[in-house]
């Protein structure tokens, strides 16, 4: 039988092993620990050692995980940083990021989305097309406003881009 290793006072991330509690079912070291946000969380010890787990969970959804709107979070993120996802051509390939507090902290987001109106019937939106997502260029609306919004946008690209081409032809 191996020797329970003594992990605690050290930090894996954002926690602090504080005491072993016990076992799981197949014999796992079980410990207590807490993390910078001040939630206390049990985990496993291998988890903790491998750097599978850093947090108590508050910056990955803690508990939110198949909500629609900690989709909308990961989707968002997909989208600005992930180049195998089927979008990003449209948004990080065109530069398009997500502010870092975001990134970093879906609570943060979340909180914005509750005080600026989500609802699971609205889909976010970038006020300016060319900007982020980030507290000030976002708002809540429709998936019908959303999709109207982004109709008007390619009949202004498609007359702008007739216009260029006319000009071209007139001048040479």
Known sequence: MSKIKDISGRRFGSLLALERVGSNKLGHSLWLCE???????VNLSNRLLTGNTKTCGCRNGHGMRYTRIYRTWLNMKQ???????????YYGAKGIKVCKEWTEDF??????AVDNGYKNNLTIDRKNNKKGYNPENCQWVTIGKNVKKKDITKKVRKNMS???????VNYG
């Open 162 to 168: 007739n216009a260029a081409k006319k000009r071209r």
């Open 79 to 89: 989208r600005c940083f992930n180049p195998r996802q089927e979008n990003y051509k």
């Open 35 to 41: 993390c910078d946000c001040g939630n206390v969380a």
């Open 107 to 112: 609570k943060a987001f979340l909180s914005w």
